[in-house]
């Protein structure tokens, strides 16, 4: 089989040739080979929908089976440009333009269609599997992703080696959309994201801050257990923290701009001035704080390692159309953390983190992920703060760790912290898209910009070493991702409501209340359904709120100690004396079982 990459990326070219075929005007952007499949941009001289797609379909097949070959030629800049020009591609030119002067510039003919290109293509369009691919869908782009730009249409295409590989990936695809985190959130009632609070922040229905605090419940009691301590920050600080942190040169990007906290709302839309300029920036990150609370007061060698941890909201700047459910927001809450210790102490500590992170993936039934040791560019490192000697160190002792960790690695140059390289996990979801989670970050820098000390065993000042972590990453994508994995019928431990009380009829209310109370004082969550509607009703609707356990309560239930626990997913009765079922449940949660 014909390398499936080149495929895809002619399958690119292809496209085009069927759009011009529809749209002589249309003006070509880029069209590059993606994760399953490939896309182009395009501008238009009128307006597509997902519904045109099958006719362009048909004109890529016809032009699949004319046996067009692919032929390379290079030419000259100057060439390349009047090449352009004449096929009046503007787009193409300013791609030419950005070129060096002496660099040699290959374009692909495909019949009478040429295109500027790099290759690789196939050699024929008869290698083409015409029964492997498929146009799905239709998005906006802005030309070279500045929202200054034009905005063009992005057509999106699958592709593989045969109809059975594209029947698997396009199954896959149903069955994504029906573990869509946004939509089962809205379902089940977790979360909202309203434009009038603003984009990319999230507000949390009672069921989804329920399962928030059963995480965070679970998170501090481990991080307890594993010897760290408690601290908390504010939301803002003064620019002159960040600009001694390094944030406000290195990591602008992702940041707000400053607030003027020297005078008020009312004084602001009055036109007043401030007597006293006062910039604070809204945080993107914990780290400084912990700092300063560890400068606070002089520190010893015994002392060391320090573990603070805190579940702390930053806000970062993304774009509008970047935004996506709970797995790209403006504002998340990190499950952070700072160790701060000696240069002996860190690899052992490094050690204890990557431990850390395997225990809390298994727990939530995350055992597919991947692990990237995030280097320094060495060609561009005016990107990065600190000098080769920290860089050299924290690098090599970073991967001594992965390798004895027996983790599955792979090294990623150029995409190390500002600060210092850093492993980054990365979950697989049920699409096989990776989505960072956990991190584990080294830095040197930070010790340095705030002269942090410690006084060692020969009584000298010692610069510490400060190692970044986190383990959800974010409360807010670690959920999205929960609830896609478990299409959100979250494990007993885990469910916000663990048992639906049904009655019968009104007869059967006290009776009820009676057992829901008995529950919740054992510490098990649980709702009780006494509205006015048939059980069958009640019964459908505890199924859509996925609840674990489901107890109807009528007639025969008052007057026995046993109960009739319908399970989820389950046809057939479990018929469990109520102590039992009691013992049951606290065991299940207990073990954090995720079977259920």
């Not at 249309?26 to 045109?52: H, Q, R, V």
């Amino acid at each position: 089989m014909k390398n499936i990459e080149e495929i895809r990326h002619s399958l690119s070219h292809i496209m085009a040739m069927a759009i011009l075929k529809k749209f002589p005007d249309a003006k070509l952007g880029i069209g590059p080979t993606i994760d399953n499949g490939f896309y182009y941009d395009f501008l238009l001289p009128e307006k597509l929908s997902d519904a045109d797609l099958p006719e362009i379909e048909k004109i890529m097949q016809e032009l699949i089976k004319q046996n067009i070959e692919f032929k390379k030629t290079t030419v000259s800049r100057e060439d390349a440009l009047k090449k352009v020009k004449s096929l009046k591609q503007n787009f193409k030119e300013e791609l030419i333009n950005d070129l060096g002067k002496d660099e040699k510039i290959s374009f692909y003919a495909s019949g009478d269609f040429e295109d500027l290109c790099a290759g690789p293509h196939i050699k024929n369009t008869k290698e083409i599997p015409g029964d492997g691919f498929k146009l799905t869908h239709l998005a906006g782009a802005y030309w070279r992703g500045d929202e200054k730009n034009k905005m063009m249409t992005r057509i999106y295409g699958l592709a593989f080696a045969n109809r059975k590989e594209l029947a698997v990936h396009l199954n896959m695809l149903e069955q994504a959309k029906l573990r869509d985190h946004r939509k089962i959130g809205k379902d089940l009632d977790l979360f909202i994201i309203d434009p009038l609070v603003g984009h990319g922040l999230v507000l949390w229905q009672p069921k989804g801050a329920m399962l928030w605090r059963v995480m965070e419940n679970f998170w501090y009691e481990e991080h307890l257990k594993n010897d760290y301590e408690l601290v908390r920050g504010p939301h803002i600080g003064s620019r002159s923290l960040w600009e001694t942190s390094g944030h406000w040169g290195f990591y602008s990007s992702s940041m707000y701009p400053p607030l003027e906290v020297g005078q008020s709302l009312e004084e602001a839309k009055e036109g007043k001035k401030n007597k006293v300029k006062e910039e604070y920036l809204l945080k993107p990150m914990n780290c400084p704080f912990h700092v300063m609370l560890y400068k606070s007061r002089p520190r010893s060698y015994k002392e060391l390692p320090i573990r603070w941890a805190e579940c702390g909201t930053v806000y970062r700047y993304e774009k509008s159309g970047e935004l996506s459910g709970l797995t790209r927001v403006r504002g998340f809450t990190q499950d952070d953390a700072h160790i701060i210790c000696s240069r002996d102490q860190v690899k052992e500590e490094l050690k204890r983190v990557a431990r850390f992170i395997k225990f809390i993936f298994s727990s939530f039934g995350f055992n597919d992920y991947k692990v990237y040791l995030s280097l320094r560019d060495p060609k561009n490192k005016e990107k990065y703060s600190g000098n080769d000697e920290g860089w050299q160190f924290t690098e090599a002792v970073l991967e001594e760790v992965a390798k004895e960790e027996k983790l599955d690695y792979v090294k990623e140059v150029g995409e190390a912290a500002f600060y210092g390289p850093k492993l980054d996990y990365k979950i697989k979801d049920i699409l096989g898209r990776e989505w960072q989670c956990s991190t584990l970050q080294f830095d040197f820098n930070l010790p340095a910009r705030f002269d942090l000390q410690f006084t060692n065993d020969q009584g000298k000042d010692e610069q510490p070493y400060m190692l970044h972590r986190a383990l959800f990453g974010s409360f807010e994508r670690f959920i999205g991702l929960l609830i896609e994995n478990y299409a959100g019928a979250f494990p007993l431990w885990l469910s916000p409501v663990q048992i639906k009380i049904l009655t019968v009829g009104a007869t059967h209310t006290d009776f009820a209340k009676k057992l829901q109370s008995e529950f919740l004082a054992e510490g098990i969550r649980t709702e009780l359904d006494d509205l006015d509607e048939t059980v069958g009703n009640k019964i459908r609707k505890a199924s859509h709120e996925k609840i674990p356990y489901t107890l109807v309560i009528g007639d025969k239930e008052m007057g026995s100690d046993d109960l009739a626990v319908r399970v989820r997913g389950q046809k057939d009765l479990l018929n469990i004396e109520k102590q039992k079922f009691i013992d049951k449940i606290k065991t299940q949660i207990k073990h954090r079982d995720l079977n259920l």
